[in-house]
């Protein structure tokens, strides 16, 4: 009988520890591996981070906040962003430089000779009013990014969360 009861305590133990860390997963934080060169120089591909996602229950998301969200136009595609317009603000891209509602961004986390361009035309011109609940988001990488500036912008629902820890930085 002894033997059984502490089989039982075991498996307890087991419950606990498997019910706890589903618990992590889904509410707190996730796993997730940087596929591709978008978020060069800052994140590179095979970089392994843990986001965390409770933040955004809290409070909006910010300007520069590095987001995982899935991909508008594929949700089953996940893209790993940073936010640059927040809702009601006017974005403009013109001659290499990104402004807020006339003011330009602070874009210290970029390389010195990064440029913002409007996909395919770098004497295009790209504005844009935020709607309510979306947020424009571009990658670091901004000559091999897939992001708003093709055209789509972000529900603030398909934010999955938000980057907190890098574990594992591929050399």
Do not use: C
């Amino acid at each position: 009988m002894r033997k059984f009861a502490s089989v039982v305590e075991v498996l307890k133990i087991i419950g606990i520890v498997f019910v706890a860390a589903v618990a992590i997963r889904y509410f707190l934080f996730q796993p997730f591996v940087v596929e591709g060169s978008s978020m060069e120089p800052n994140y590179h591909h095979g970089e392994y981070l843990f986001i965390e996602k409770v933040s955004y229950r809290l409070h909006e998301p910010k300007r520069g906040d590095v987001v995982v969200f899935k991909y508008p136009n594929n949700p089953n595609i996940n893209y790993i962003k940073r936010i640059i317009g927040l809702p009601n603000e006017t974005v403009r891209i013109e001659d290499g430089l990104v402004t807020i509602d006339g003011k330009l961004l602070d874009e210290s986390y970029l390389g010195d000779d990064t440029k913002t361009y409007v996909h395919g035309n770098p004497n295009g011109t790209f504005e844009i009013t935020v709607p309510d609940g979306k947020y424009l988001v571009l990658g670091d990488n901004r000559e091999h990014s897939s992001d708003s500036r093709d055209g789509w912008l972000l529900p603030k629902n398909f934010i999955v969360g938000r980057s907190a820890v890098t574990i594992y930085a591929q050399k």
